[in-house]
């Protein structure tokens, strides 16, 4: 079998001639191109490179043998030789210098640093137009953060939203989720596009009692998702999280997958299934195929939580996907500013509200609270904080970061527990100049 050098194997690198290295074997995927059920694209983007990485995250070792046949397989790769090279520095180089120091992370933002950086910030700058109000003189020696979410206790006021396929960032994906989620005394929301079977996940928890809800695509065959319920209840979750913002696959969804995993196209391939065709009754057929509490995910209107909370959902997520979906979708903390407007009466009731979306300081938490939201969800932050190599680390930083900034802005703001956060304390009448000037409820 013939030895390949890295110098050859680099000039394979697009649809005429397209070579991979795979675990120190050089395949010929030329004639494979067009039927790659994930697309042509994701092979090209690895063309004349070792792909074992990327190829691990999806396949088994023996499926290139049996797909491509010994034909294809045009030696082996003298690994010294591959000039793995990016920006004109050796890789290697850039990889040593990728991550900083676990310590050095002392914002959540600093995680962001370290992933790629992303555009869509018109989230995070609505908890900029509100203003805090705080309160002196308030015995705030010790300040208590914890709170309950669907009746479950959670050691803080956050839970970590569904993000797409973890193990993309990071190999651990979301059993290192659900190991850090454990120990910090949070809740995981795990997707239905998840990276590794809910047993797994589940199996990953620091015990059988840590809590962990799941989040629900409706697919269009509605029995499908029956089945997918009846398995995650015997795996043992204790809530179904129904996300109904995202009807249709957005681009800049895509995107953004792109940006934090780089690999479009697999998250195409993974939502193809979701049902466009839902409307109220969906509460009515998800009520009778589970007895768990039952939220809805992606409310962006007070008009649509009011709904929800006549249908007696145990939750409502106000999010718009963390702007992932759509263009200018208003950001849910307007949305939160709208209830306690025009429907404040369904605060505090049989239906608690959550918020996600640019979710990054203790601040912006206070701010959600105050207005009357009972716990926010962080995206994002726990993919950026988990990439870079970190793993169940870096999340578990970046939760510690939140609930050390979150504490100490309790006590600036005179709260000594999530309870006596109140509206007085945000002055919100910059934010309220982007709210819609009249609703019919
Ligand atoms: C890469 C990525 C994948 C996501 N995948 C899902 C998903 O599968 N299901 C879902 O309900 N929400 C998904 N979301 C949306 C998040 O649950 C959440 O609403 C949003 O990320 C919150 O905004 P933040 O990232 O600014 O914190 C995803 C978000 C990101 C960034």
């Given at each position: 079998?013939?030895?390949?050098?890295?110098?050859?194997?680099?000039?394979?690198?697009?649809?005429?001639?397209?070579?991979?290295?795979?675990?120190?074997?050089?395949?010929?995927?030329?004639?494979?191109?067009?039927?790659?059920?994930?697309?042509?694209?994701?092979?090209?983007?690895?063309?004349?490179?070792?792909?074992?990485?990327?190829?691990?995250?999806?396949?088994?070792?023996?499926?290139?043998?049996?797909?491509?046949?010994?034909?294809?397989?045009?030696?082996?790769?003298?690994?010294?030789?591959?000039?793995?090279?990016?920006?004109?520095k050796?890789?290697?180089?850039?990889?040593?210098?990728?991550?900083?120091?676990?310590?050095?992370?002392?914002?959540?933002?600093?995680?962001?640093?370290?992933?790629?950086?992303i555009?869509?910030?018109?989230?995070?700058?609505?908890?900029?137009?509100?203003?805090?109000?705080?309160?002196?003189?308030?015995?705030?020696?010790?300040?208590?953060?914890?709170?309950?979410?669907?009746?479950?206790?959670?050691?803080?006021?956050?839970?970590?939203?569904?993000?797409?396929?973890?193990?993309?960032?990071?190999?651990?994906?979301?059993?290192?989720?659900?190991?850090?989620?454990?120990?910090?005394?949070?809740?995981q929301?795990?997707?239905?596009?998840?990276?590794?079977?809910?047993?797994?996940?589940?199996?990953?928890?620091?015990?059988?009692?840590?809590?962990?809800?799941?989040?629900?695509?409706?697919?269009?065959?509605?029995?499908?998702?029956?089945?997918?319920?009846?398995?995650v209840?015997?795996?043992?979750?204790?809530?179904?999280?129904?996300?109904?913002?995202?009807?249709?696959?957005?681009?800049?969804?895509?995107?953004?997958?792109?940006?934090?995993?780089?690999?479009?196209?697999?998250?195409?391939?993974?939502?193809?299934?979701?049902?466009?065709?839902?409307?109220?009754?969906?509460?009515?057929?998800?009520?009778?195929?589970?007895?768990?509490?039952?939220?809805?995910?992606?409310?962006?209107?007070?008009?649509?939580?009011?709904?929800?909370?006549?249908?007696?959902?145990?939750?409502?997520?106000?999010?718009?996907h963390g702007?992932?979906?759509?263009?200018?979708?208003?950001?849910?903390?307007?949305?939160?500013?709208?209830?306690?407007?025009?429907?404040?009466?369904?605060?505090?009731?049989?239906?608690?509200?959550?918020?996600?979306?640019?979710?990054?300081?203790?601040?912006?938490?206070?701010?959600?609270?105050?207005?009357?939201?009972?716990?926010?969800?962080?995206?994002?932050?726990?993919?950026?904080?988990?990439?870079?190599?970190?793993?169940?680390?870096?999340?578990?930083?970046?939760?510690?970061?939140?609930?050390?900034?979150l504490?100490?802005?309790m006590a600036?703001?005179?709260?000594?527990?999530?309870?006596?956060?109140?509206?007085?304390?945000?002055?919100?009448?910059?934010?309220?100049?982007?709210?819609?000037?009249?609703?019919?409820?």
């Amino acid at each position: 079998m013939a030895v390949v050098k890295g110098t050859e194997l680099a000039k394979h690198n697009d649809r005429k001639s397209c070579w991979l290295v795979i675990h120190g074997e050089v395949w010929d995927t030329t004639k494979f191109l067009e039927q790659h059920p994930g697309g042509a694209n994701l092979i090209l983007k690895l063309a004349g490179k070792d792909a074992s990485d990327e190829y691990d995250l999806f396949h088994d070792a023996e499926l290139v043998r049996e797909t491509l046949g010994s034909d294809a397989r045009m030696g082996t790769i003298d690994v010294s030789t591959i000039p793995i090279m990016m920006d004109g520095k050796p890789e290697l180089v850039l990889e040593a210098k990728k991550s900083p120091p676990l310590s050095s992370m002392i914002s959540v933002n600093d995680f962001e640093n370290v992933a790629e950086k992303i555009s869509m910030k018109g989230n995070a700058k609505a908890y900029q137009k509100i203003l805090l109000r705080g309160r002196i003189l308030r015995k705030v020696r010790r300040v208590d953060c914890s709170t309950t979410i669907l009746g479950y206790p959670s050691a803080l006021p956050i839970y970590t939203s569904p993000v797409g396929l973890a193990k993309l960032v990071h190999p651990s994906g979301e059993c290192a989720i659900a190991a850090a989620a454990g120990k910090e005394g949070c809740i995981q929301v795990v997707n239905t596009v998840s990276s590794m079977p809910i047993e797994e996940i589940m199996d990953a928890r620091i015990s059988k009692d840590q809590v962990i809800f799941w989040q629900l695509y409706a697919d269009k065959d509605l029995k499908k998702s029956k089945a997918f319920i009846e398995r995650v209840e015997r795996a043992g979750v204790a809530a179904i999280w129904l996300t109904v913002d995202s009807p249709v696959v957005g681009n800049q969804k895509m995107e953004e997958v792109v940006e934090t995993t780089q690999s479009v196209g697999i998250a195409k391939a993974n939502t193809g299934f979701i049902n466009a065709d839902l409307d109220w009754d969906m509460i009515d057929w998800l009520r009778k195929s589970t007895k768990l509490p039952i939220v809805i995910k992606g409310i962006q209107t007070v008009e649509d939580a009011v709904s929800a909370f006549h249908h007696k959902v145990d939750g409502i997520v106000l999010s718009n996907h963390g702007g992932r979906s759509q263009d200018t979708a208003q950001p849910p903390l307007l949305t939160l500013l709208e209830i306690d407007r025009y429907a404040p009466q369904i605060l505090g009731k049989h239906m608690q509200v959550f918020v996600d979306g640019g979710i990054r300081r203790g601040t912006d938490i206070i701010k959600a609270l105050a207005l009357g939201a009972n716990a926010v969800g962080i995206g994002r932050p726990v993919l950026y904080s988990m990439s870079g190599g970190y793993g169940e680390y870096g999340i578990r930083r970046m939760i510690q970061i939140l609930r050390n900034e979150l504490q100490t802005n309790m006590a600036f703001i005179g709260a000594s527990n999530v309870r006596e956060l109140e509206r007085n304390m945000v002055n919100t009448s910059k934010l309220e100049k982007d709210m819609v000037g009249s609703v019919k409820l």
